[in-house]
């Protein structure tokens, strides 16, 4: 079975009625691929519609559904948080120094000023 062109991994062979989570899913995709389409397409984008599909299914138990939502939730939070470093702007060069200093302090270490006389 060849994959169709849609980013959201849609089969065009033995198309199936989508449920609502599979929907909305769908539309998260679609909105992930205007930013990033390799994520859309992407392990966790696969795994994210796999879950969606299970949470529709009436012939599952409701366990299942339970357990497939949580999967979903923490999928789709992933897939998210990889396209917003994607989406975020570089970081400047007085960001780095500050992020460095700040990780000093953490670590316990003094940070101390030099004074040019």
Known sequence: MARSA???GASTAARRRAGTVEKSVRADLREIAKVDAEA???TFAQVALQMA???DD???AASQ???SSRVLVDTMAKLRALVAEKK???AS??????????ARQSDGRRVTR????
Not at 93 to 102: H, M, S
């Open 58 to 60: 009436p012939g599952i």
């Open 65 to 67: 559904r339970t357990s």
């Open 93 to 102: 060069r007085l960001d780095e120094i500050r992020a460095r200093r700040e």
């Open 114 to 117: 030099a004074v040019s006389e």
């Open 40 to 42: 859309a397409v992407c």
């Open 6 to 8: 849609d980013p959201v």
């Open 88 to 90: 975020a702007p570089p």
């Open 53 to 55: 599909r299970q949470v």
